[in-house]
């Protein structure tokens, strides 16, 4: 099983940018899909970003254009990159990984980390 530890949320104003990161423990991190999920007070923990093995991405339609996942084998870490943040995006920030893109929509896990705690607000 993977570790995974999320940093870099906190609170920033609307209109402004965060960049999250996850990163794993495991030295064969590349071989794993990678995605973003999030859950707001009150709502279900809902998929964000997706990113497969080999780097491509696919996104919710609320945040496209505005949120850019990536990742970094060599440093066993993926990145969100969240501008021109709303409100709405308000919610603690988790990540996962599975071995395909397609349990990475599902988001069906047995665990998941702490979070990081994203605030958008004036």
């Known amino acids: 099983q993977v570790q995974l530890v999320e940093s870099g949320g906190g609170l920033v104003q609307p209109g402004g940018s965060l960049r999250l990161s996850c990163t794993a423990s495991?030295?064969?991190?590349?071989?794993?899909?990678m995605g973003w999920y999030r859950q707001a007070p009150g709502k279900q923990r809902e998929w964000v970003a997706a990113?497969?093995?080999?780097?491509?991405?696919n996104y919710v339609d609320s945040v496209k254009g505005r949120f850019t996942i990536s990742r970094d084998n060599a440093k066993k870490t993926v990145y969100l990159q969240m501008n021109s943040l709303k409100p709405e995006d308000t919610a603690i920030y988790y990540c996962n990984a599975a071995g395909s893109v397609i349990e990475i929509f599902r988001g069906d896990f047995g665990s998941w980390g702490q979070g990081t705690q994203v605030t958008v607000s004036s």
């Open positions: 990113i497969s093995r080999g780097g491509s991405t």
């Open positions: 495991r030295s064969i991190f590349s071989i794993y899909a």
